[in-house]
């Protein structure tokens, strides 16, 4: 610790990730962590409450990952598997192959308690912690947007210190290292860490504009990210009129915004310093992409990381009770067509993002936002060739193809 002053101070706004681990620490309650203007999560510090003692940055990821101080207890590669739950409920359920509720299962059969985040008021994300089944099916299905953990990490604390029981923490690879650095090792031994490979996190504020306008301005009564009844991930949303709005997720225009645009994501997501191996989970899940053919199924194919032995262990019992079926791979497989698994490196911001935003704060609606600056189809076509990995082939063989063509003619 170079200075003593609150972490934010040291990274900054645009590097923090908005994962609430400075809220929990500080022991004069001088941060609290509020919704910014563009949406995301960013820690606001009472200058009066503050007495400098920099504690904080001890349990601020980044800083930690920037000093290298991250807990280094994990396997130099992880054990790769391809998995899925066999209650065809949860399966059909869950985001990819529904791995996270079976591991819940299993926490909370132990007496224990099972943290993750869940719809609250106004379709606004937040960790809560479960000791019920049906809780955890409300953690069920991913949310991409920003969740507001609160004071969840004390609570975890709290119950660890007033019981023998495990407990199962879920979230992004920043919320997972957050806690970590919060808990002394004895209390770390009794927590499960289970985090999903993270794309990033979009705006709240855009989710929630967007959402307005899906049934002009008609309340949403419920709202799936990943819907699996077309035999495609789709967004199924319906009004309280019983209109429906389901459109498979790679036509939805909040996910393309988000995942092909990159107009509305977390600033520190497009670098994130945990979207790399080693994995800050015990247990890292997410979506089996590129599932080698015997595998593939339209309800769901987890990718799954054990990167500790507690990992391993949890996994392998869920397996030997029948919950889980699990399939040894190799990691180059598993991360083949899923590359922020293994390296943060991983896209631009474009330069209308700040526009878009700003655009969202005087006022303007989704629709003329999107109109004005999601890329137009050429640009698109462009960007994906520019960015596919056959753009060289194609080029070699067109130069090829022309060189021979000449020889040819002067012959
Ligand atoms: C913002 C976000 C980005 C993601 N990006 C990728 C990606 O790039 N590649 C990939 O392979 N997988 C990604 N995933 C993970 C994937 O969508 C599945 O969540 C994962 O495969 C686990 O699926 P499951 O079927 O086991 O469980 P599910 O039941 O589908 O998973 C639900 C779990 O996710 C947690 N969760 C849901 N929303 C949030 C949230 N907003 N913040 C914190 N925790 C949350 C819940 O607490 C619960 O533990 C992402 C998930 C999220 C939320
Ligand atoms: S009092 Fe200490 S822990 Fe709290 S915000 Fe200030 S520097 Fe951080
Ligand atoms: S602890 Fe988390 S929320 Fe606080 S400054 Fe660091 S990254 Fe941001
Ligand atoms: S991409 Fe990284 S910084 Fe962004 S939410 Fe995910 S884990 Fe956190």
């Not at 309340?219 to 077309?230: A, G, N, W």
């Not at 878009?356 to 076509?381: C, E, N, Q, T, V």
Request: hydrophobic share 40%.
């Amino acid at each position: 610790m170079t200075q003593r002053v609150p972490c934010i101070d040291v990274i900054g706004l645009a590097r923090c990730t908005g994962c609430f681990g400075c809220q929990s620490a500080c022991h004069v309650d001088a941060i609290k962590l509020l919704l910014d203007a563009d949406g995301f999560y960013k820690p606001l510090v009472d200058r009066n409450k503050c007495n400098e003692c920099g504690l904080c940055q001890l349990s601020c990821p980044v800083i930690l990952a920037q000093i290298g101080k991250l807990d280094a207890d994990r396997f130099r590669e992880p054990k790769a598997f391809a998995a899925w739950s066999k209650d065809e409920k949860v399966r059909l359920s869950s985001s990819s192959g529904g791995v996270f509720s079976e591991l819940a299962r299993q926490t909370l059969s132990a007496g224990g308690v099972v943290v993750g985040c869940v719809w609250g008021n106004g379709w606004t994300p937040e960790h809560i912690l479960a000791r019920t089944w049906s809780d955890v099916e409300r953690m069920r299905g991913s949310k991409y947007v920003p969740s507001k953990v609160g004071d969840v990490y004390r609570q975890v604390k709290d119950f660890l210190a007033m019981n023998d029981n495990p407990v199962l923490f879920s979230g992004t690879p920043c919320q997972v290292a957050a806690l970590e650095a919060l808990l002394r090792p004895e209390q770390r031994e009794r927590v499960l860490l289970v985090e999903f490979i993270c794309h990033g996190v979009p705006s709240l504020r855009v989710f929630h504009l967007y959402m307005h306008e899906l049934f002009g301005g008609e309340s949403v009564v419920s709202y799936t990210f990943r819907d699996k009844t077309l035999g495609v991930p789709t967004v199924l949303a319906t009004a309280a009129f019983r209109a429906q709005h389901l459109i498979p997720m790679s036509s939805d225009s909040f996910f393309q915004g988000f995942v092909c645009h990159h107009l509305y994501v977390m600033e520190v997501c497009s670098t994130c310093p945990f979207a790399c191996m080693p994995r800050r989970g015990d247990i890292t899940l997410g979506d089996f992409w590129g599932c080698p053919e015997q595998w593939q199924d339209k309800r769901g194919v987890s990718v799954v990381f054990a990167s500790t032995e507690k990992g391993m262990e949890a996994l392998q019992l869920t397996s030997k009770l029948g919950h889980v079926e699990l399939r040894i791979t190799e990691v180059a497989v598993a991360t083949l067509r899923n590359s922020r698994a293994v390296r943060s490196r991983g896209y631009s911001i474009p330069r209308a993002r700040r526009a878009f935003l700003d655009g969202m704060i005087k006022g303007a609606s989704f629709k003329r936002l999107r109109g004005k600056y999601f890329p137009r189809r050429l640009h698109l076509f462009w960007y994906s060739f520019l960015s596919s990995q056959s753009k060289w082939r194609f080029i070699v063989s067109f130069i090829v193809r022309r060189i021979r063509r000449i020889q040819k003619m002067k012959e």
